[in-house]
Structures are given as structure tokens and as C-alpha cells.
T-cell receptor, first 116, second 114 residues
Framework: AQTVTQSQPEMSVQEAETVTLSCTYD???????LFWYKQPPSRQMILVIR??????QNATENRFSVNFQKAAKSFSLKISDSQLGDAAMYFC?????????????FGTGTRLTIIP | NAGVMQNPRHLVRRRGQEARLRCSPM?????VYWYRQLPEEGLKFMVY????????ESGMPKERFSAEFPKEGPSILRIQQVVRGDSAAYFC????????????FGPGTRLTVT
């Protein structure tokens, strides 16, 4: 079974600065997908960024980028120019590429605080 | 384009009652997933359904919990004889399936068992 580990329960960053959230995972599969979701106080789960394991290029979405290291099974999220609206819980998630095995496995989350 | 809809948003049940949670997927999405989030924890997969079929229920408790996604209407997660430990946020997600692997989440239903 796959596992996802987020070793930083809490992080804080000064507004406009850059912060990196860590995520490692364990799998024996070679093809899979990785995601970062954001959960603000409203509790709505918002997809931030996704990465296909077969792609070597790191995904980027505006101020959000990932550092995907397949051999190390590491998938960190970098938030540049942090804004107050970035304050939330961030969850890393794994999904197999196997047909029918579509469940997401989540980490325990990192609570990000933005300091004005 | 409406997102994933869940109702009710908040549900209070006494121990022993039944809870019914509803989920309407995004337009064009035929795959539905249910997850549970206990306080201060991450989301845990419960069940994956397509229309009229349960594809994966490996995360569903063996007793008291059931799910369906009928040909017409929303997906329903049903919890019979609720206990205090069932208090949690229940999230539904949907995806288009086929070549689309992204899941989009609803706002969740917060179930409180008194």
C-alpha cells in the first residue's frame, strides 16, 4: 500500500517571502500522479497543482511550483511571493495510474501561517 | 459550470439515528469518490463509484456504512445507527474518468453525532 508523509505539521512564512513544504511517499509503482491540495478555513479542498510521474519537468502554476524527485520519492511544494490568502492546510496526495485504482492517499497535512 | 455539490453542509444526528449525505458531481463527471476527515487529520478514502456500480470500497467500514450512485440523481452515503466516532467531515469528489485523473472536491458535510 502507498503511504504519504508530510513531516512538517506547521510552517510559517513572512508575507512576500518563499516557503517550501515537504512531502515524501512510498510506492512500488512506476506510474502515478501526485497532487497538492489546499484546505483554507472554509474546509473546501482546492487543487493547487498536479504532477505526472512520467514527466521529468516540474509542474508550475503561477506562484506555485513543485520539486519532483522520483528516485528519492519526494514531492515538495514551493510557494513564491506568499500572500495572506495562502494561509491554509496543505495536503500532499498520491494516486495510482492503474485503471480502477483511483483513490487518493493523503498525507497528514502542513498548516501554513502567513505573517503580515 | 457548477462545482461538486454536497448537502446538507451540516448534519446533527443523535446516536442510533441514520445519516444520509448527498453528492452531485460536476457536470460531465461520472466518477464519484467519498472521503472522511476526522478532526485534525487528513482525508481518508472510503469508496469510489461510477453510475450504478461500486468500483472500490476498500476504505468503507464493513458495518453500518453504504454508498450508492444511481442512474439518476445524486450519490448517497448512508450511515446507519450513527455513533459518536462517526462525527467527521465527509467530502465527495468527482472526476471525468477516462483520461482525466484530477478529482474536484465538494464543500463537505460536517456530521455531528450527539
Amino acid at each position: 500500500a502507498q503511504t504519504v508523509t508530510q513531516s512538517q505539521p506547521e510552517m510559517s512564512v513572512q508575507e512576500a517571502e518563499t516557503v517550501t513544504l515537504s512531502c515524501t511517499y512510498d510506492t512500488s509503482e512506476s506510474d502515478y500522479y501526485l497532487f497538492w491540495y489546499k484546505q483554507p478555513p472554509s474546509r473546501q479542498m482546492i487543487l493547487v497543482i498536479r504532477q505526472e510521474a512520467y514527466k521529468q519537468q516540474n509542474a508550475t502554476e503561477n506562484r506555485f511550483s513543485v520539486n519532483f524527485q522520483k528516485a528519492a520519492k519526494s514531492f515538495s511544494l514551493k510557494i513564491s511571493d506568499s500572500q495572506l490568502g495562502d494561509a491554509a492546510m496543505y495536503f500532499c496526495a498520491y494516486r495510482s495510474a492503474d485503471f480502477g485504482n483511483e483513490k487518493l492517499t493523503f498525507g497528514t497535512g502542513t498548516r501554513l501561517t502567513i505573517i503580515p | 459550470n457548477a462545482g461538486v455539490m454536497q448537502n446538507p453542509r451540516h448534519l446533527v444526528r443523535r446516536r442510533g439515528q441514520e445519516a444520509r449525505l448527498r453528492c452531485s458531481p460536476m457536470k460531465g463527471h461520472s466518477h464519484v469518490y467519498w472521503y472522511r476527515q476526522l478532526p485534525e487529520e487528513g482525508l481518508k478514502f472510503m469508496v469510489y463509484l461510477q453510475k450504478e456500480n461500486i468500483i472500490d470500497e476498500s476504505g468503507m467500514p464493513k458495518e453500518r456504512f453504504s454508498a450508492e450512485f444511481p442512474k439518476e440523481g445524486p450519490s448517497i452515503l448512508r450511515i446507519q445507527q450513527v455513533v459518536r466516532g462517526d462525527s467527521a467531515a465527509y467530502f465527495c469528489a468527482s472526476s471525468r474518468g477516462l483520461d482525466s485523473y484530477e478529482q474536484y472536491f465538494g464543500p463537505g458535510t460536517r456530521l455531528t453525532v450527539t
